[in-house]
């Protein structure tokens, strides 16, 4: 899910992420890219994720490798059970 720490900024390129606790922006450079981000916290997982935003099984590895990207700088967590 993405951090509760980020806020996200439509652009016409995809989006702006801003982590208020580390201070740190990203790009999310595709419009795709910022539906799968938005839809994470409603899919089992991130594959699920992709394939509801509509990535083209040719592309499941790129939005994998963005999404771990995005995990590694703290933009998106897992989920915590409630």
Request: proline letters at 5%; hydrophobic letters at 45%; charged letters at 15%.
């Amino acid at each position: 899910m993405l951090h509760p720490q980020v806020s996200l900024r439509p652009e016409s390129f995809g989006a702006l992420a801003y982590h208020f606790g580390t201070r740190r922006l990203s790009f999310l450079k595709s419009t795709t890219l910022l539906a799968v981000v938005e839809s994470l916290a409603g899919q089992p997982s991130g594959h699920e994720a992709c394939r509801a935003a509509g990535v083209a099984p040719a592309e499941l590895d790129a939005y994998g490798r963005a999404l771990a990207t995005l995990a590694e700088s703290g933009m998106i967590c897992e989920r915590t059970a409630s």
